[in-house]
């Protein structure tokens, strides 16, 4: 079984770092294990600022997962780095709304949406 080397596709727009999400299913714990250490080093690493996390492609999400997201905010937070979250499909936006995960993020219809709301130069 070969793993791909990323989980994530990473790029630089306007001084955001927009993260995008090379599989639509976020749910087995090696997929989940993999986009939190890619998305905890980018935060840690201090190569931005700014990330704009686009769901555009996922269409599911485990409990993991958004535990996931709440640790990266927590670490962002602490490293001062601003996150808004786009493109997240009505039905996944709905599991943030009932677990009170909306309340921690911006949302955002599209990536560009949320790369000018972060202040994209």
Avoid: C
């Amino acid at each position: 079984m070969s793993e791909q080397p990323t989980s994530l596709i990473t790029t630089q727009v306007d001084g955001v770092m927009v993260v995008k999400f090379r599989d639509a299913s976020i749910l087995d714990a090696v997929t989940t294990q993999q986009v939190a250490r890619e998305l905890y080093a980018l935060i840690e690493g201090g190569d931005a600022a700014k990330v704009v996390l686009d769901f555009e492609q996922v269409r599911f999400l485990s409990s993991q997962t958004l535990g996931v997201l709440l640790t990266l905010r927590r670490k962002a937070d602490k490293a001062k780095v601003k996150i808004a979250l786009a493109a997240i499909r009505p039905e996944l936006k709905r599991v943030f709304e009932i677990t009170n995960l909306d309340k921690l993020f911006g949302f955002y219809k599209t990536g560009d949406e949320a790369v000018e709301a972060l202040g994209g130069e």
